[in-house]
């Protein structure tokens, strides 16, 4: 393999390269280097001695862009898949025509085994089992699960009757496997609803699958029925509710390709009731991506308000979300969620409810489990969407994983006290679901896996976040375990630009970041305050590094974006940077106030408001779980640590430091119901 890849590099090297990136200001102020490329087969590396050096995957890069200077040579801009953006000037024609062609065969493998994730081989990680396709079972255990009610078949154990589908799953104990495969039959690539989750408050079910093949010639399935009905014994239902992501009109037209969604006169109106939560389809979410980035990065710019809006879509997931698990915790209503593939937003939707509905998801632990069951083994098409290897189809990509993950700092950024991980956490999965020297979410379900055998040839991200070096940055120094239902704000003002990830390689983000870990070792204080006022032994030192490091490395020459991504070596950067001088605050990048104020609830919803949730049911549904919609809800906050005297210490200089830091720690907690708002 490393020699049919090596046939593939036109060019291993190129002298006299300058190097044109924006560091001081956004786009205002630009800095010229001069050094080497080299260009090897998973990597193309910039150095310029003696401070500058930037190392990047070759699938890093999403996409180049070659414009000619008539008399001065050839600039290749890259614009990579974390966001950064570098443009190289080039004499020789020759050489930057040899680049193109090297970059345009490598950046995107014709073959998944000549993606570096087969040749790694990372040094001074934890030791330990972290490789296993069936930790999604292990989720399902922990809820509970086989029981009276749900069984574990491996009627799918051949893959043969769904593909995408693992070898076991969790189905009603009533339901035959002849039953199953009848009703898979009857799904789009065979997704029958499957169990993703159980409340363990209620035992209500939470199911998700594919869009029925009615077709223009209306089919029916009494398997598919079948299903239906034993869903709602399982929990002695009532009634149910049956959600589709998409709109009415697009089940339509699906339904003239052969799909389309269940007719209701084929199932029982009273028992099963039917929403469409009109989500925008995916075929305008990167484009959407793309200019909310743009918004973001330029100090001049705006966030766009028109039908490809980023912040319209995680709206619309959280509302949906927030919908559904309203019915599952308050009113105990099973819930299936439906969507075109059953592997896109119905995923998105019904992992946002588990982490609103379950304190179990918002540790690191709880959300890798819920990654490895509802992402990787029910199948996300994740080598599909991000386009990992092969022809890469722009109708195909679309940042479905990273939407989630942005709904969910969204919660963060509302609770920041409730979560166990931090936004590094959620930014280290972005990343390595979109390029990475790891193993993990490769492919597009667990029978790829195994084909593959990435068990034995790759390496596991899980096993690089278990090393104590980077757990300790992953970690939030202000979690309090909060053991009920997150209800948090779906308006407009409230879902907010994660700036700390998509404007982290510019000042802004760095000064954000910056202000972020700087909680780490106030907290730190605060514990020896406490230990100091009760006479105990202070405790270790919380996962931070020292604010002296973090303030000196933002304003050095070379820094690497995370400890994860450094201890990812070869997949890592060292981009120079410089301190931005203005107040982020201030910046003139407008995002906050050009954000619509928009409400779920039918009638306080303003002309022009973007989000798709305006079917009137959906709606209704809502209403119950936001209302208190002003401001995200949350426990009361925790009780101020024992007040101490500043007399008792020798240095009051220091007294007075450490209990002001202690006042701050308070305050923060005491605002935390509003840090959204605020």
């Not at 339509?252 to 039917?274: F, N, P, Q």
């Not at 039918?602 to 119950?624: I, K, M, N, Q, Y």
Request: hydrophobic share 40%.
């Amino acid at each position: 393999l490393l020699m049919e890849l090596a046939g593939l590099i036109r060019i291993s090297r190129i002298d006299r390269v300058l190097l044109l990136t924006n560091l001081k200001d956004g786009a205002a102020t630009a800095e010229l280097r001069e050094g080497m490329l080299s260009i090897s087969s998973h990597h193309l590396i910039f150095s310029s001695p003696p401070d500058v050096t930037i190392d990047m995957l070759m699938s890093n890069i999403d996409e180049r862009d070659v414009r000619i200077m008539p008399g001065r040579g050839t600039v290749i801009a890259l614009r990579c898949r974390d966001f950064r953006r570098y443009s190289f000037l080039i004499g020789v024609e020759e050489h930057a025509s040899a680049l193109v062609s090297t970059l345009d065969a490598l950046s995107v493998p014709a073959q998944p085994t000549w993606l570096f994730s087969f040749f790694h081989q990372p040094r001074g990680l934890v030791d330990g089992v972290f490789w296993n396709l069936d930790a999604g079972l292990a989720e399902y255990t922990r809820l509970g699960l086989p029981n009276k009610t749900w069984r574990m078949t491996s009627y799918n154990a051949s893959f043969n009757r769904t593909p995408s589908y693992p070898p076991v799953l969790p189905v009603p104990a009533s339901i035959a496997d002849d039953v199953l495969e009848d009703a898979a039959r009857y799904r789009y690539q065979g997704r029958f609803p499957a169990l993703v989750y159980l409340h363990q408050k209620n035992a209500v079910p939470l199911l998700r699958g594919a869009q029925p093949l009615v077709g223009t010639h209306p089919k029916r399935s009494h398997s598919d029925f079948t299903l239906f009905r034993e869903t709602l014994q399982s929990c002695n239902a009532e009634a149910g509710l049956l959600l589709d992501v998409r709109s009415q009109a697009e089940a339509d037209m699906d339904r003239a390709k052969g799909g389309g969604c269940e007719i209701e006169d084929y199932y029982d109106k009273r028992k099963w009731k039917r929403v469409f939560a009109a989500i925008d389809p995916l075929t305008s979410l990167g484009d959407a991506l793309a200019k909310h980035v743009q918004a973001i990065i330029d100090p001049d710019g705006s966030l766009p308000c028109d039908d490809a809006y980023w912040g319209k879509y995680v709206q619309s997931v959280l509302a949906t979300a927030l919908a559904v698990a309203h019915q599952i915790n308050r009113l105990s209503v099973p819930v299936i969620v439906v969507d075109g593939s059953g592997r896109d937003l119905s995923a998105v939707i019904t992992s946002l409810v588990q982490v609103l509905l379950d304190p179990h998801y918002r540790t690191i632990q709880g959300f890798i489990g819920l990654v490895e069951k509802d992402w990787l083994y029910l199948g996300h098409a994740f080598s599909t969407r991000h386009g990992h290897y092969g022809p890469r189809s722009p109708r195909d990509r679309a940042p479905v994983f990273l939407l989630f993950l942005d709904a969910v700092w969204q919660l963060l950024h509302q609770f920041p006290l409730h979560f166990e991980y931090n936004s590094t956490f959620l930014e280290t999965l972005a990343d390595h679901s979109q390029a990475s020297p790891f193993g993990t979410f490769l492919f597009n379900c667990y029978h790829e896996r195994v084909t593959h055998k990435v068990t034995t040839s790759c390496a596991s991200l899980w096993q690089l976040l278990a090393t104590p070096s980077v757990a300790v940055t992953l970690h939030n120094p202000l979690f309090v375990p909060f053991p009920d239902f997150l209800r948090p704000s779906i308006r407009g003002q409230f879902i907010v630009p994660w700036i700390a990830f998509y404007a982290r390689w510019t000042p802004l983000g760095l000064a954000q970041k910056e202000r972020l870990e700087g909680l780490s070792e106030l907290v730190q204080k605060c514990d020896s305050l406490r230990a100091l006022a009760t006479g105990s032994v202070p405790p270790p030192p919380r996962p931070a590094a020292a604010a002296s490091e973090r303030r000196a490395s933002v304003g050095s020459r070379s820094s690497v974006s995370s400890p994860a991504a450094a201890a990812a070596a070869p997949g890592g950067s060292k981009t120079p940077s410089t301190r931005q001088s203005r107040n982020p605050s201030t910046s003139s990048v407008r995002i906050a106030a050009t954000a619509p104020k928009v409400s779920l609830f039918a009638d306080e919803s303003p002309v022009g408001s973007p989000t798709g949730l305006t079917t009137p049911s959906l709606a209704h549904l809502a209403r119950g779980a936001s209302e208190s919609a002003d401001a995200p809800s949350s426990p009361a906050p925790a009780s101020n640590p024992a007040s101490v005297s500043l007399f008792t210490h020798e240095d009051s200089a220091e007294a007075v430091a450490v209990a002001t830091d202690l006042l701050a720690s308070a305050l923060l907690e005491s605002v935390g119901e509003g840090v959204g708002e605020g």
